[in-house]
Nanobody
Framework: QVQLVESGGGLVQAGDSLRLSCAAS????????MGWFRQAPGKGREFVTTISWLGGVTYYADSVKGRFTISRDTAKNTTYLQMNSLRPEDTAVYYC??????????????????WGQGTQVTVSS
C-alpha cells in the first residue's frame, strides 16, 4: 500500500515558478514509477510527466516540455515537480500518482495504482 500527499501548490503570476512535492509512504516506494497529472475545470485528467523507479527515464507532455522537470529522492520518499515559466493554461489541480508497472502506457491514468488528493495551481495572467 502506498499513500501519496501533494504539497506546494498556490497562486502565482504568469512567468513565475512553483515546486510541487509528493510525499509517499510505504517501504517499496523506490520500486514504483511515479507520475504527475493535472485536471483543469471541466476537463479530463491529463498526463504531465513521469519518472522511472530509478529516476533515469522521464517523459513529458509536449505542453510542458522544457518548462517542467520531474525528479525523485528515494531516500526521502518524495517526488518533485519543478514548474518554470508558468502560463495561465497550466492552471489545474495537480495529482501525484504511483504505479507498480515499470514501462509502457505511462500517460494512461488507468495504469496507475495510487493517487494523491491533489494540489491546486492557479496561474494568473
Amino acid at each position: 500500500q502506498v499513500q501519496l500527499v501533494e504539497s506546494g501548490g498556490g497562486l502565482v503570476q504568469a512567468g513565475d515558478s512553483l515546486r510541487l512535492s509528493c510525499a509517499a509512504s510505504g517501504r517499496t516506494f523506490s520500486s514504483y514509477t511515479m507520475g504527475w497529472f493535472r485536471q483543469a475545470p471541466g476537463k479530463g485528467r491529463e498526463f504531465v510527466t513521469t519518472i522511472s523507479w530509478l529516476g533515469g527515464v522521464t517523459y513529458y507532455a509536449d505542453s510542458v516540455k522544457g518548462r517542467f522537470t520531474i525528479s525523485r529522492d528515494t531516500a526521502k520518499n518524495t517526488t518533485y515537480l519543478q514548474m518554470n515559466s508558468l502560463r495561465p493554461e497550466d492552471t489545474a489541480v495537480y495529482y501525484c500518482a504511483a504505479r507498480r508497472r515499470l514501462a509502457g502506457a505511462y500517460a494512461r491514468t488507468s495504469t496507475y495504482d495510487y493517487w494523491g488528493q491533489g494540489t491546486q495551481v492557479t496561474v494568473s495572467s
